[in-house]
């Protein structure tokens, strides 16, 4: 597809324009949001503030990407941990773009992993529990009357319940053992299909005018392809935990939204109306994928806290390490 003059005439006014005056929004329920069906996504004041305070940054770095590109096309992917408002921020950076008359898109990476999510959820437990027994195994703790233990704590659930370690001493083996087999899967290729959303970030960037893009819901039957016109588009929006990953490529500007262990464990038990806090299992695949975040971090264009401050790599690493102690 061919850039035509007009299009070359809206990337100048952009840069002219800077910096950026914030558009009122009257309705937020009228903006479009990300593709992941039945995601149910509510954008209030704070994620509003947080947009407006990335928006001018991000025109910084994106004027100049679109206008390296042949085709005046940018992918930006909105990566970060549970909570912090990936799907409302990149909504708004959508929605922004195309006030602009940057037409921009905004797909949910989470429509990309290999299994649906139920199934996906139990590969992560399967993969748990066996890379505990394994690793009880290899250490020569997998004894007479161990395994009526295991199975009792594993049907309870708590067999991931760091507490009962200090009943069953051996259950660290287990714990540690299956934490590193789950790490060898959570944002890896075994769980994400990183090549078909890279394809579409190749196709979208050579120009292609319609692509096929996954819908996945959580059962058998709820998993479709739509053909999504892209024709007046010059930016493609991910919002996804694994935006930032380093098996997907195409990616021009990775924006990671922090947030500590701490805040997020706030945020989940806020949004609990009993006030439960997530299960062990939970919180040990948010523990991981907090580290994968960390490991991926240096790549970021622009990172922006829990409490909405534009953080420089140093002081991201900084506030990290503090939080470990």
Known sequence: MNVNKNNENVLENIAISTPWAPVKIEDTDSIPKGDMPGDKIKIGPEHIKKAQLIFPELLDILIPALNRHPNKRAVIAVCGGSGVGKSEIASLISYYLNCLNVGSYTLSGDNYPNRIPKYNDAERLRIYRQSGIKGLIFNGQYIDGRHQIIRQLQDSGNDSEPEYVKTYPWLSIYQNAGRNGLKNYLGTGNEIDFNELSAIISQFKNGEDYIYLKRMGREETELWYEKTDFTDKKVLVIEWTHGNSHNIQ??????????????????????NRDGAVDSSFTTMVLGIEQEMLISQASKAKLILSKNGDLLSYHDFIRIMAQEQF
């Open 250 to 271: 195409g990616v021009d500007i990775p924006i990671l939204l922090n947030s500590t262990p701490q805040e997020t464990l706030e945020h989940r038990r806020s949004r």
